[in-house]
């Protein structure tokens, strides 16, 4: 399982690298828009530093066309490095560039799916990642538990390389069914990751077992000071 970040947030990505081994970070251009007009790939460059070399950035292309997206990937690997994995729309011009890209053997998300079809013309171009927008789908009434089930099925029974990394989570619970039917990555805001980790209930059972200790031990006590 891996468990990326979907941000461009430098202090963000280092808040929780902190507490997660994170498989990477993902961007895009609207997550890239929050930062401001920064220096995009010195931006990218932080992020590599930060998340060391074995991580997976992925970073995506902007455009129309195969060009453009081609053009875009080139940029990116010979401005930021060879080993980010380029995003590229799972459009019909956008699967003539992860075809092309892939007979080089380069590193390749397809992104912006929506659809199983979408997903196995990915599958079939060879590219690594696919990343279905999880929350976008069900506002589209379209069932993406569903989605993940049978792409995750269909990556099986072909003994694909491609891998599903769920993106676009509104709510923890959709990162863990995500998890749950079969997705080998996620991807999440940092939103999701903090409400996640910052229930309530979690930080009421600490206190309490402190709370608890201190009441025998006395107040500030822990058991590190009990071994001096
Ligand atoms: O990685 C794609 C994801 O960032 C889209 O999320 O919230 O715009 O649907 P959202």
């Known amino acids: 399982m891996e468990i990326l970040l979907d941000t461009a947030n ?15 970070i993902t961007t895009n251009p609207t997550i890239v828009k929050k930062e401001g007009k920064i220096d995009f790939f010195n931006h990218m460059k932080e992020i590599r530093q ?3 070399k074995d991580a997976k950035l992925h970073v995506q292309a902007v455009g ?19 080993d980010v994995y380029v995003k590229i729309p799972t459009t019909e011009e956008g699967l003539a ?19 199983e079809f979408q997903a196995y013309m990915a599958m079939a171009n060879g590219a690594d990642y696919i990343a279905p927008y999880y929350n976008r ?17 269909r990556i099986a ?17 959709e990162v863990n069914n995500a998890i749950r039917y079969g997705a080998q990555a996620v991807t999440m805001g940092p939103d999701i990751m903090a409400s996640g980790l910052g229930m309530p209930a979690i930080g009421k059972a600490v206190d309490d077992f402190q709370a608890d200790w201190e009441s025998i031990y006395g107040e500030g006590s822990s058991i590190a000071a009990l071994a001096k």
Request: aromatic share 6%; hydrophobic share 45%; net charge neutral.
């Open 97 to 115: 560039a992860i075809k092309t890209l892939k007979a080089e053997d380069k590193h390749i998300t397809a992104t912006g799916v929506y659809t």
């Open 157 to 173: 029974l072909e003994h694909s390389s491609s891998k599903i990394l769920a993106a676009s989570f509104h709510n923890v619970e």
């Open 64 to 82: 129309q066309t195969k060009d453009d997206f081609v053009k875009d990937a080139r940029a990116i690997w010979d401005n930021v490095d060879p």
């Open 137 to 153: 789908m069900r506002n589209m009434n379209i069932d993406a538990v569903a989605f993940i089930k049978n792409v995750a099925d």
């Open 10 to 24: 430098i202090s963000l990505i280092k808040r929780f690298i902190k507490a997660i081994d994170l498989a990477g």
């Open 50 to 52: 930060i998340i060391g």
